[in-house]
Nanobody, 121 residues
Framework: VQLQASGGGLVQSGGSLRLSCVAS????????IGWFRQAPGKEREDVLC????????YYSDHVKGRFTSSRDNVKNTVYLQMNNLKPEDTAVYYC???????????????WGQGTLVTVSS
């Protein structure tokens, strides 16, 4: 499977963005998908994982209550809905796939190119 994240951009604090992660080369049904972010000068942060059935496992307390993920397996796309964005959410956001058939966990072996989200104050 190959992944491509998109939908980033510049948004004001308090605004919303929806990121997309489109899969190609294989059906998305087989994969749990994780969302990650890396802010300038900081280490990568795990955000959340959406299970193969569409449930979410949150890795970051900073986004609980503001970020949700959903999936449309017909469109082979996973979404990250980000609401009430804050300047500290500014980062490059990545999606990644777990090994086929595995649900959410620690290891992700396929990564898409990131998309930049910039939140202005």
């Amino acid at each position: 499977v190959q992944l491509q994240a998109s939908g980033g951009g510049l948004v004001q604090s308090g605004g919303s963005l929806r990121l997309s992660c489109v899969a190609s080369g294989s059906s998305l049904d087989y994969y749990a998908i994780g969302w990650f972010r890396q802010a300038p000068g900081k280490e990568r942060e795990d955000v959340l994982c959406i299970t193969r059935r569409g449930g979410s496992t949150y890795y970051s307390d900073h986004v609980k209550g503001r970020f949700t993920s959903s999936r449309d397996n017909v469109k082979n796309t996973v979404y990250l809905q980000m609401n009430n964005l804050k300047p500290e959410d500014t980062a490059v956001y990545y999606c990644a796939a777990r090994p086929a058939g595995w649900d959410c966990g620690l290891h992700y072996d396929t990564w898409g190119q990131g998309t930049l989200v910039t939140v202005s104050s």
